[in-house]
Structure formats: C-alpha cells, structure tokens
C-alpha cells in the first residue's frame, strides 16, 4: 500500500517561499509521476504540478512562474517550493501519486494516493 | 471559474439515484481526455472514485459509476446513503492550458 506524507512548516510570511516535502512509502517513486494539489476554499481543487523520478516537470500555467517541484529519488521524496506566497496561498496542500507513467511519458492523468495534506497559513 | 463546471450542489433522498455532471470543452473532455472523480469527505483527503470515465478502483462499490460522452461527463450513484454525503469532484486534462484541470466541485447532501 503506497503511502505519502507531507512535511514541512505550517506558517510562511508573506512575500517568503512555501516549502515543503512529501515521503513516499510502500512503493518506489520511480513507479509513476508525482504532483502537488491544493486545496483553496471556495476555489475547489487546483493542481500545481508534476514530476517524474528523473526530474521531468510540468507546472499549472497559473503558478508557474512561482513553482518549483524537485525529487530525490534516493530518499523517495519529491517536494515543493512556491515563492513570493500571499494571504491566496493559504490552504492545505496535498501531495499525490498520478499522473500513470509510461516510458517516460504521462499516459493516465489521475491521482490514487494521497497524503493527508498539509495546512499552510501565511501571516507575518 | 473552473474550466470543467458541475453544479454547486445536489441532493437526494436514502436508496434515491443522484447524478452529478461535468461539463467541458473542445480542448479537454471534447478531445476525448479520460475524466475522473473523487470524493472529498470532511477533514479526509480526497479520494478517486472513478478513473477512466467508468472505471472503479478497488473498494469503490459499485453503486458509483460514471461515463462520458463529447464534451462532458457524468457519475451516479445509486442506493444512496448517509455516507455518501461529500464533495464530489471531476478532473480531466486541457490540451489548451497544458495542465490538469478540475471540476469546482459538487456538494451532495443526502436528506
């Protein structure tokens, strides 16, 4: 049974970098893609972006400019760094296994495991 | 404005039959990317009901199912009950944003 854990601060000040990491068990993450969803009151779900154990990444156009998702595969962690947050940004964050790999390539853009999320709340 | 749109919200009666729709465009579900479902309960992380547009992954009774057809898509659920009272999202890809997209959700309140 593939689990996911979210670590990192539960508080950044505006205008700082959200990080946080998300800890793979159960399985490699070199078996699939790996992305960060979050979870925004009244604005549903958004995803943020993906990447594969091999570094390839895709970003929501919305947030690209300020995302940066790496991996360490020798640890089976992969992780999340959102710059210049504001009060928006405040949400909980859920790390997910999806979308399917293929040969590289994502082949089936769903998402089966989840963490339990992490809140973030952003005040100076 | 989320670029899949389902309704806000949904209700029905214990054993009723309620569906949710999800309607898109030429560049996600008109183009013929799969669309899925998950559920949201409170305080829980959401989890997929359906993948695939009809498919179930193990655990998921059989009381859920979904479909898609041109531009939007479905899921339904029959024998309702108390339990099955969440949020409700459908996901799909956008070949135009380059992304994966959403659904802003649907509540369902079972009476």
């Known amino acids: 049974q593939v689990q996911l854990q979210e670590s990192g601060p539960g508080l950044v000040k505006p205008s700082e970098t959200l990080s946080l990491t998300c800890t793979v068990s159960?399985?490699?993450?070199?078996?699939?893609?790996w992305s960060w969803i979050r979870q925004s009151p009244g604005r549903g779900l958004e995803w943020i972006g993906y990447i594969s154990y091999s570094g390839r990444t895709s970003y929501n156009p919305s947030l690209k400019s300020r995302v940066t998702i790496s991996v360490d595969s020798s640890k089976n962690q992969f992780s999340l760094n959102l710059r210049s947050v504001t009060a928006a940004d405040a949400t909980v964050y859920y790390c997910v296994r999806g979308p399917e790999e293929f040969l590289g390539d994502p082949i089936a853009y769903y998402f089966d495991y989840w963490g339990q999320g992490a809140l973030v709340t952003v005040s100076s | 404005q989320s670029v899949l749109t389902q309704p806000p919200s949904v209700s029905g009666a214990p054993g009723q039959r309620v569906t949710i729709s999800c309607t898109g465009s030429?560049?996600?579900?008109?183009?013929?990317?799969?669309v899925h479902w998950y559920q949201h309960l409170p305080g829980a992380a959401p989890k997929l009901l359906i993948y695939?547009?009809?498919n179930r992954p193990s655990g998921v009774p059989d009381r859920f199912s979904g479909s898609r057809s041109a531009t939007s898509a479905s899921l339904a659920i029959t024998g309702l009950q108390a339990e099955d009272e969440a949020d409700y999202y459908c996901q799909s890809y956008d070949n135009s944003l380059s992304g994966v997209i959403f659904g802003g959700g649907t509540t369902l309140t079972v009476l």
């Open positions: 695939g547009n009809g």
């Open positions: 159960g399985g490699s993450i070199r078996d699939s893609f």
């Open positions: 030429s560049s996600n579900i008109g183009a013929s990317y799969d």
